[in-house]
Every structure is written in structure tokens, then in C-alpha cells.
């Protein structure tokens, strides 16, 4: 394991239980501040270790893959979140920009109300450019939506635009922004690789004695490094690598989850059954897209 990895491991704290997306934002914002972590990768470990839920493992991702789609926001602790989707039957019409304003709504506002700025799209294409927003904006309202079985509790909600000038919103780079399909499932494995070391932690604190720990935690400290050296590289540089990664955090997170559920991990705080039973799918539902990028 690099010196790098062994740092972040061994300087962020075990925050957890975190039982609410205010109170990981604020051990996010919190550790990010203490630690001065500035690149993708690093966020995105921070994130997973400091998790004790997998919809804590996404946000800390999805907070790493914006940045790495677009680099120059500002690095201060904002929450951030990437507005693409739009309502498909048009009852909710679509962004666009007329005669100098924004109007138009999105469908899916990760982390609804905890969220400071949004990214957001003229229509539903990247290609037609790439708008900071503020959420505090008089003309913008995030409207809570239900949440569903799978990472519910994270807030996943639309916004709308009733106007805003746009010479107040900030227009980015997209550049990068073309490879988000990549970034999310590179950083949910980073962060998922974080998340899995500091619950196999918590079992050897435990005092339990599990043979498979060797296994699990080996294979992951394995694989962050695999990950690290991609991201080097450019993470979106080398798909079929990054499917053995996300294979192989896949796998020891059943591992892992296999040992909770038999009771074979003990009764270890900050581990239930109940996520791997909504959320496990988290570490493994990427795979068919990133095959289809090389089928």
C-alpha cells in the first residue's frame, strides 16, 4: 500500500455512526478542513472511511467525481451536485436559457437540501454547456421528492429555475465532464475500498476472529492501490481496468456483508444487515454499463 493510502487510513477518524446526511456532511466538511485534501482520490477515501452506510459511501464519491469532472470548483467544502436529468414526459420541462435566463427544472438533486451549488446542464446534454448555480438563489427552489428503498437516505430531489440571470451563474470547463459515466463508478470504488477497510477494522477491534478479515482486507488494500495508479493515469484511461477493480471491491464487499449477515462478524457498531440488504448493490450495479463501454 502506498504511503499515501497509509496516511489518509491512518489521519482520518472513525466518525460513524453517522445517522443523518447533516451529520456526514459535517464530519465530510469537518475532516476535509482539519486534513487539507485537495485531489479527487483523496476526498473520495475520506469519504468512504469516514462512512458507516453505504449512501454515505456514494456522497463522498459523488462529491469526488464532480470534482474530477471539473476541476476548477472551488475546493472550499461545498456540496455540489451534477443536474442532468430531466422529467421524460415533459410535465416537468427541461432547462434552457431564454433571452439571458435560466428556467426549467431537473429531476434528480443529489442530496437535495444539503447541497450548496448545483452543476447544471442547458437541456439534458453535457455538450451544451455546464452552469455553476447557487442553491441560495432567490430564483431557485429545490422541491423534496419521496425517497426510494435504495440509498434513502440520501435526499434525491428536483430543482427548479424561475428565472435566474445568467450573469450570475458561473459557466465551467466540460472537458472533462464527458467522462462522468466513468468518474462515478471510479470514485464509488475509491470511496467503497475506504468504506469496506474501516468496517473490516471495526471487526478486528471486535476481537473477532475471522479468517476471511486476511482475505477481505488484503484484496482491498490490493485493489485501492490498482485504483490509485489509474486515477494517475487519467480514470477515465483504462476501462477494462477499472471493471477488475470494481469486480474485485464487488466481491469482498460480499465477503463482508456475508460475514454479518451469518453473525460471524459479532456484533460490531455500524454494521446492519438491513444496508447490504437495500444498498450492497451499490458496489456492483456499475458493471453491465462500464462492459457495455467495451463490448
Known sequence: MSDRIKSLMETIPDASPLVGVIEYKQAWQETLGASGLTEPFETALMGGLLAD?????????????????????????????????????????????????????????????????????????????????????????????????????????????????MKEVTELDHALAVHFGLAEPYFVMVAGSGFLLRQSERIRNANVDVAAMDEISSGVRAVLEELEEL???????????????????????????????????????????????????????????LRARIE
Open 53 to 165: 452506510r453505504l449512501s454515505w459511501v456514494f456522497a463522498g464519491a459523488y462529491q469526488a467525481a464532480q470534482h474530477g469532472c471539473f476541476p476548477e470548483l472551488p475546493r472550499a467544502g461545498d456540496w455540489y451536485s451534477f443536474a442532468i436529468s430531466e422529467d421524460r414526459t415533459r410535465l416537468f420541462p427541461g432547462t434552457t436559457i431564454t433571452d439571458g435566463f435560466l428556467t426549467g427544472y431537473k429531476t434528480w438533486v443529489a442530496g437535495g437540501p444539503m447541497v450548496d451549488q448545483i452543476i447544471v446542464t442547458i437541456g439534458p446534454a453535457i455538450a451544451s454547456g455546464c452552469y455553476l448555480v447557487p442553491v441560495d438563489h432567490e430564483r431557485v427552489t429545490i422541491v423534496e421528492k419521496t425517497s426510494g428503498d435504495f440509498l434513502a437516505e440520501l435526499p434525491q430531489d428536483r430543482v427548479t429555475f424561475t428565472g435566474v440571470p
Open 231 to 289: 486515477g494517475a493515469a487519467g480514470f477515465w484511461s483504462d476501462v477494462p481496468r477499472l471493471i477488475e477493480c470494481q469486480q474485485t471491491v464487488t466481491r469482498h464487499g460480499r465477503q463482508l456483508a456475508a460475514l454479518v449477515n451469518s453473525g460471524a462478524a459479532g456484533d460490531v457498531e455500524g454494521i446492519w444487515s438491513e444496508d447490504w440488504a437495500r444498498n450492497g448493490k451499490l458496489l456492483g450495479m456499475y458493471g453491465r454499463a
